[in-house]
C-alpha cells in the first residue's frame, strides 16, 4: 500500500509540472491579439518588403527574441520597440493602432521616408523614446502635442521640415535628457525647458530660425547645439546686444526726427523771408559753401591720419611673388562670410584679379612677430599639387591674417555630408580612392618638409580637406601648431584628440597618421567623426571603435557607406583601403603604421580588384595590431 501511494504522488507531481511547462510556452508566445494588430498596422504602409516576415502564420516574437524584423521583445514575448529604420518606408503611421500594444515602449522610424504632419504620439502615452529622424514630416505642432507623456525621455525629429514655435507640451516634459530638433524650420524663441533629474545627456536645435536670448538653464551647452539660428545670442553664443545701444539708436532717431523738424520750419522761415534782397541771399550762399568746404578739409584729414595709424598696425606679406594687392583693396573688397570656427571667421574677398579667401586667428598672440614671419615664409615656400598655398599673411599683435586662393568646389566634408535627395548620389568610390591617394602624398610631403616636428599637420580632417574642380584635394590649415596658443590648440585641434594624447598627454611622429586613418573611416563609411566637435581631449574615436566593433562582429558590409556608387568590382581594393584605416587607428603608438608605410600602402591601391594583388596583400604577415585582421576575420557584402 506504501508503494502504490507513492507511485500516485509521483504521477502527480508529474502531471503538475507538465501542466507548469505548458503554462511558461503559452505566456511565453506572443498574443494573438498582438499579432493582428502589428499587421493591421502594416497594412497602412508600402514599400514594406522589409517586413516580408510579419505574416500570421509565425509569432513575431519568441520570449524576449523577435522573430519578426524591426521589432524588440519583452520576456513575456509583447512587442516593447519598433525598429523600422532605414527601410524606405512609404505610408501612414497608424497611432490609434498602435495603442493596442500595450507593451510598447519605443518607437523609431528614422532614415524613412514618411511625410505629413507629426503623428499622434501622444495617444501612446507610455512611451519612453521616439525617434522620427531623416523623413519629410512637415508643418507646425500643436501645442497640445506631447502631453500626458510623461515618460517620455529621448526625442529625435531633426532632419525633417518642421516648422513654428516649440510645442509647450514639449518644453514641460520633465523626464526628457535628449532631445535632437537640428536640421528643421522651427522659429520663434527658445523656450524655458523643465528642469530634468538627470540633465541634459543630448541637445541640439542647431540649424533652424531661433530667435532672442538662449535660457540660462542651456548656457552651459556645447556652441554647436545652436549654430545656424542667425537669430540667437547670449552664452553660450555671441553676447546679445545690449539695451543701452537699443536706447542709443532710439535715441539717434529721435534726434534725426527731431533735426528733420528744425529743418523744415528753418525751410518755411527761409520762404517768409523772400522778400530779402538778392545780394543778402548770394551773401548766405556763399557763407554755407565756405563752411562746406571746410567741413570736407576736416574730415578728409581725419581720415589720412586713421590711415596712417592703420598703416602702423601691420602690412600684408606676400609670400608668393605672382600674387599682389594692397590691404585697402582687400578689405574694402566686396565679402562673404564663410563659416566661423574655433580659431577664427573666414571671408570671402572678391577682388578684381579673383575671389581670395581671408581667415581671421584671434588665438596666435602668444607668438613673436619675428618667429611669426619666420614660420609663415617657411609655408610659404611649400609647393606641393596637394596643398592649399599660402598666399599672404597679415601680423597684428590681437590678430593674424592667412591668404590663400578660394576654391569653388567646397571642402570634403561638404560633398560627404551634405543632405542629399532622394537618388542624389554621394562620390563614387573611384573619386574618394583619387581624394585619399592625394592626402596621403600631400601629408607624406609635410612629414618631409618638416622633419623637426612632432606633429607636421595637426588639424587633419574633412572639413581641412578641399577639392578643386576635377575633385583633386588639397590641404588646408597645416602646421600651425608652433604659432597657435598651446592652451587652445589642445581644446580644438585633431592631433590633441589622438589615443596617445588622451592617456598620456602627449603627441607623437604618428599622430597625423592616426588622423589621416580617421579621414579614411570618414570617406569609406559616410559617418562623421561626431567628437571632434567635443572640446578638449578624449578616449580613442567614436567613429574608429564603431569600425572596429562591425569587423569583429564580421558585419564588414555594413561599414560603407550606402550613399558610395562605383564599388563593382572594387570591393578587395576597399578592403584594404579600410585595413590601412585601421592600422592608422591602432591605439597602441607602438604598433601603428608608420607615415611611409601608409602612403605607400595607399599608392599601391587600385579602383579594380585582381585577384593576384588581393591574395598577396591578405598573406602579407602580421600588420602590427591588434585592429590590424586577416580576410577571413571579414564578412564582406557590397552593393555596387
Known sequence: M???????????????????????????????????????????????????????????????????????????????????????????????????????????????????????????????????????????????????????????????????????????????????????????????????????????????????????????????????????????????????????????????????????????????????????????????????????????????????????????????????????????????????????????????????????????????????????????RLSHPNLLPLVAFYYRQEEKLLVHDFVANGSLASHLHVKREPGQPGLDWPTRLMIIKGVSKGLGYLYKEFPGLTVPHGHLKSSNVLLDHNFNPLIAEYALIPVINRDHAQKFLVAYKSPEFSHMEQTSKKTDVWSLGILIFEMLTGKFPANYLQQGKRANADLAAWVNSVVREEWTGEVFDKNMKGTKNGEGEMLKLLKIGMCCCESSVEGRWDWREVVDKIEELKERDSEEEYSSYASDGDMGSSRAMTDDDFSFSVNA
Open 2 to 380: 506504501v508503494h502504490i501511494n507513492k507511485a500516485y504522488d509521483l504521477n502527480h507531481w508529474l502531471l503538475v509540472l507538465f501542466f507548469l511547462a505548458q503554462l511558461c510556452i503559452f505566456v511565453s508566445s506572443s498574443d494573438p491579439s498582438e499579432i493582428q494588430t502589428l499587421l493591421k498596422f502594416k497594412s497602412f504602409l508600402s514599400n514594406d518588403t522589409a517586413l516580408d516576415n510579419w505574416n500570421s502564420s509565425t509569432n513575431p516574437c519568441n520570449g524576449s527574441i523577435n522573430i519578426w524584423a524591426g521589432l524588440y521583445c519583452d520576456k513575456n514575448g509583447n512587442a516593447y520597440g519598433l525598429k523600422l529604420q532605414n527601410m524606405g518606408l512609404l505610408g501612414i503611421i497608424d497611432i490609434d493602432t498602435l495603442s493596442g500594444l500595450s507593451a510598447l515602449r519605443s518607437i523609431s522610424i528614422m532614415n524613412d521616408n514618411f511625410a505629413g504632419p507629426l503623428p499622434s504620439v501622444n495617444k501612446l502615452s507610455a512611451l519612453i523614446g521616439v525617434y522620427l529622424s531623416n523623413n519629410q514630416f512637415t508643418g507646425e505642432i500643436q501645442d497640445n502635442a506631447f502631453e500626458g507623456m510623461s515618460s517620455l525621455k529621448k526625442l529625435y525629429l531633426d532632419g525633417n521640415e518642421f516648422s513654428g514655435k516649440i510645442p509647450k507640451s514639449l518644453a514641460a516634459l520633465s523626464k526628457l535628457s535628449e532631445l535632437g530638433l537640428q536640421g528643421n524650420q522651427f522659429s520663434g524663441k527658445i523656450p524655458n525647458f523643465a528642469p530634468s533629474p538627470n540633465g541634459w545627456t543630448y541637445f541640439n536645435i542647431s540649424n533652424n530660425r531661433f530667435e532672442g536670448r538662449i535660457p540660462a538653464s542651456l548656457s552651459n551647452l556645447d556652441a554647436s547645439a545652436f549654430t545656424g539660428n542667425q537669430g540667437l545670442c547670449g552664452k553660450p553664443l555671441a553676447p546679445c546686444k545690449s539695451s543701452k545701444k537699443k536706447f542709443l539708436i532710439i535715441a539717434i532717431i529721435v534726434v534725426s526726427i527731431a533735426a528733420i523738424l528744425c529743418t523744415i520750419l528753418a525751410i518755411l522761415f527761409i520762404r517768409r523771408r523772400r522778400a530779402q534782397s538778392k545780394q543778402e541771399a548770394r551773401a548766405q550762399r556763399k557763407i554755407k559753401a565756405q563752411q562746406h568746404t571746410a567741413a570736407m578739409e576736416v574730415q578728409l584729414t581725419a581720415d589720412e591720419d586713421n590711415y596712417k595709424k592703420a598703416e602702423k598696425g601691420g602690412e600684408l606679406y606676400f609670400v608668393r611673388k605672382d600674387r599682389g594687392f594692397e590691404l585697402e583693396e582687400l578689405l574694402r573688397a566686396p565679402a562673404e562670410i564663410l563659416g566661423s570656427g574655433s580659431f577664427g571667421s573666414s571671408f570671402k574677398a572678391g577682388l578684381l584679379s579673383g575671389s581670395m579667401v581671408v581667415k581671421r586667428f584671434r588665438q596666435m598672440n602668444q607668438v613673436g612677430k619675428e618667429d611669426f614671419y619666420d614660420h609663415m615664409r617657411r609655408l610659404g
